[in-house]
């Protein structure tokens, strides 16, 4: 008969002093998030996720977040799962708080504007979810875009040039309701002089560039155009919209945001 094992983390501590967040990060997992064209697409993602700890208590047991995380797999993640998940680590940690981030890289086909060609297009995607007295369910997408400076084009007068970079604006949402992660997209790259394409053929070029030049744009505009849509968009009920431009003749960047969450 094997002797029974000591459970150390559930050890007594003296010292009073609770901890806020104890757990695992950087856990590897293949998941399966919605597609709004697809159905859903497997994904890599890299998820933290903690809970609390009493003071009396000396340590969590680790093993039991690996647990939770493993029973997710094949499941269509999102918001719907990650309350589940929070409410599980609450369960078998004994905890009053909970919480999970989520870090994956998403794929959107898009088309090239003349050639048609087709090719895909990373975002960078982030999952946060929170339980502590009520459920929080947060998405985070990074979006690449383009911009022309609406001041050089004024002083170099038109059509004599101005310069552009490329930029990413960063929307964090809190959903009241499902979101698609393809229409936040949407929306910014609507929001800026242009959308940014993996691949583009010559005439492609030229259709982008003329565009950029049509809609000169500053980070604050791109960053008021889109808190104007995110207000209307159903399911949204708070969010934070930041721009930042990698300036092609500055030696700094230019940055904007609108905190609504």
């Not at 599980?88 to 890289?105: G, N, Q």
Request: overall charge neutral; glycine content about 8%; charged content about 30%.
């Amino acid at each position: 008969m094997v002797d029974e094992l000591a459970d150390v983390q559930g050890y007594g501590d003296l010292r009073r002093v609770g901890i806020d967040k104890v757990g695992v990060r950087g856990v590897s997992l293949p998941l399966k998030i919605k597609d709004k064209v697809s159905g859903f697409q497997y994904v890599s993602a890299s998820v933290d996720c903690f809970v609390d700890l009493p003071h009396e208590f000396r340590g969590a047991h680790m093993s039991r977040f690996i647990e939770v995380l493993n029973e997710c797999r094949g499941k269509v993640f999102g918001g719907d799962v990650v309350r589940r998940m929070l409410v599980e680590l609450r369960k078998r940690l004994c905890a009053d708080s909970s919480h999970v981030r989520v870090v994956f890289p998403y794929f959107v086909e898009k088309t090239a504007p003349v050639s048609g060609k087709k090719s895909v297009m990373k975002y960078d995607c982030t999952f946060f979810g929170d339980y502590c007295e009520s459920f929080s369910f947060m998405i985070e997408i990074k979006v690449p875009v383009a911009t022309l400076c609406p001041c050089s084009k004024e002083i170099c007068g038109n059509g004599n040039g101005a310069h552009n970079q490329r930029g990413v604006v960063t929307v964090r949402v809190r959903c009241g309701a499902f979101v698609w992660i393809e229409d936040i997209i949407k929306i910014v790259e609507g929001s800026c002089s242009t959308e940014v394409f993996s691949l583009l053929k010559r005439e492609d070029e030229k259709a982008v560039c003329e565009t950029m030049y049509r809609q000169p744009m500053f980070v604050e505009d791109v960053v008021r155009e889109v808190v104007l849509k995110l207000r209307k968009v159903k399911g949204v009920s708070g969010f934070k919209v930041e721009c930042e431009n990698f300036e092609s003749i500055h030696a700094h960047n230019a940055y904007a945001m609108v905190d609504e969450l």
